[in-house]
Each structure stands twice: as structure tokens, then as C-alpha cells.
């Protein structure tokens, strides 16, 4: 059981964007910066409460988000764009809050999201873009968008998704209600010279995204066929996955909540 961290009433919400390159994920780590120590500097800085940033996803190492959702303690007693300014200043440049507001109660990052969506960008040209390079994967062959929609299709609905990610909680046993997660939608669409993939879902297993679209990109290459990707998804295998999209590709686009009070997002 993971524990719950309470939420109380004088906590604050805020979205956040962020360029995970030279982070090691979201989540703070013993060996170098993450988004949650930038975070959490921030705050005491402005505020000079040491708090516990908590966040929607534990995004991993180099992913990057564009709608990252926390929450936190700050003791602020003005108003909350003067906080939302302040902390603008003194965070650093791959870093932003882009909105804020006071939490309801029964408010949890992590624990109240109605769905999360996840975006992959592939860069589909025989040459490489040094401006690119940061946001998007580069995968020179031509791939068959046709193809890769076609197997994406077999994503939606509620299934085991153990052959594509683990978690923790559950080592990754195929089988395990931890492992089983419900995809709302899971599209591709063209902006040449780019391949983006969009997935919906209520929650995502470590590497979900990623092991999903590095299978997908063999698809489009022709090494596998859509009808041999769905049966790698109902295998629940994870060693069935031989090749994972890197980090730097996926970013974290929306995390919506629906909450008794109203809607969070």
C-alpha cells in the first residue's frame, strides 16, 4: 500500500511546465536535480517554508510536461498571483508555473486525477534537427502512419498492460489488478516531419508510454505487423518488448481532475 499524504485545506494547487533534459525525473533523487527539488527551492525561497511538493506523475528521467499538476503547503497569506510571480523569479528557466489556485478538499495530485494524457513526437526525416533534438525522437526510415494507427487501436479499452510497463507495487506481475489500466483514447496524427502520438488514460505503469511506442515505430517499419503488436499486448510479457522510444520524446500535456466541488484541471 502506498501511503497517502493528507491534503489540507490551506494547500495549493499549480500546473507546471517544464523541460526535463537535465532532470532525473520528477521525483527527488539522492544523486542529482530533479523538478520536485526545484520545486520545493522555490517555495521556501519565496516563502520560507520548507515543504513537500507533491506531484501528479513521477515523470522519469529527461521527460518532459507541459501540464505537470502539484500540490503544496506555502503558509502564503497574500494573493496568490504575487506567489505565482514570485515563484516565476526564482525558478530556473526550464521551470514555470503556468497556473494556481487553492486546493479543495479531497484534493490529490497523484491519487485524484480522472485521466492523464501523454503525448510522443517523433521526428520521421532522413536528416537530423538540431532544434528538434531536445523534444522529439529521430527515426530516419519512413514509417507507415496508416499502419501504426491501426495498431493502436487494440490500446483502448481496460487491459493488462504488463508487457508494456510495471509497477512497483506489484513487480509487474502480469495478471495483477496493479498492472491493468483503462486507455481512453490512443491516436496518431501528422504535423510534417513529425509523428505524434497521443494517449489517454486513467493512469500509466513505469515506461508504459515509451515501450508502447518504441513496439509501435516497428510497426511502422514494417518488422511487425498490428495484428502481432495486439498479441504482444495480450501476451503480458514484458521481454517481449525489444525496443523502448527514449525519454526525451514524451511529455506530460494534461492531467484533469474531477472533483465534487467542481473541476481542477
Not at 522555490?42 to 501528479?56: D, F, H, N, P
Not at 538540431?130 to 494507427?149: Q, S
Not at 501476451?235 to 527514449?246: C, E, G, L, N, Y
Amino acid at each position: 500500500m502506498i501511503p497517502v499524504q493528507r491534503i489540507e485545506r490551506d494547500w495549493l494547487w499549480a500546473k507546471v511546465e517544464y523541460d526535463g533534459s537535465r532532470f532525473l525525473g520528477f521525483q527527488t533523487q539522492s544523486h542529482g536535480p530533479t523538478v520536485q527539488d526545484e520545486l520545493e527551492r522555490a517555495v521556501q525561497e519565496v516563502t520560507g517554508l520548507k515543504t513537500r511538493v507533491i506531484g501528479a506523475g513521477r515523470t522519469d528521467r529527461g521527460v518532459h510536461a507541459r501540464g505537470q499538476m502539484i500540490a503544496f503547503q506555502s503558509g502564503w497569506k497574500h494573493d496568490l498571483s504575487d506567489l505565482h510571480r514570485a515563484l516565476n523569479a526564482v525558478l530556473a528557466a526550464d521551470v514555470a508555473i503556468v497556473e494556481m489556485g487553492y486546493a479543495p478538499e479531497g484534493f490529490h495530485p497523484r491519487f485524484s486525477p480522472a485521466r492523464r494524457v501523454y503525448r510522443y513526437t517523433l521526428l520521421n526525416q532522413a536528416w537530423r534537427s538540431p532544434l528538434a533534438r531536445r523534444l522529439a525522437w529521430h527515426v530516419p526510415p519512413p514509417l507507415n502512419l496508416g499502419r501504426m494507427a491501426e495498431a493502436s487501436r487494440c490500446l483502448v479499452g481496460t487491459h493488462d498492460f504488463a508487457t508494456f510497463g510495471r509497477a512497483p507495487e506489484a513487480g509487474g506481475r502480469p495478471g495483477s489488478s496493479a498492472t491493468v489500466r483503462t486507455v481512453a483514447g490512443a491516436e496518431w496524427h501528422e504535423e510534417r516531419p513529425f509523428l505524434v502520438f497521443e494517449i489517454e488514460a486513467n493512469a500509466f505503469l513505469f515506461r508504459m508510454v515509451r515501450s508502447i511506442v518504441g513496439m509501435l515505430v516497428w510497426v511502422g517499419s514494417g518488422r511487425m505487423s498490428p495484428r502481432a503488436f495486439e498479441a504482444m499486448l495480450e501476451a503480458r510479457d514484458r521481454s517481449q518488448v525489444k525496443q523502448i522510444a527514449p525519454a526525451h520524446g514524451l511529455c506530460l500535456v494534461n492531467v484533469d481532475y474531477v472533483m465534487r466541488e467542481g473541476v481542477v484541471q
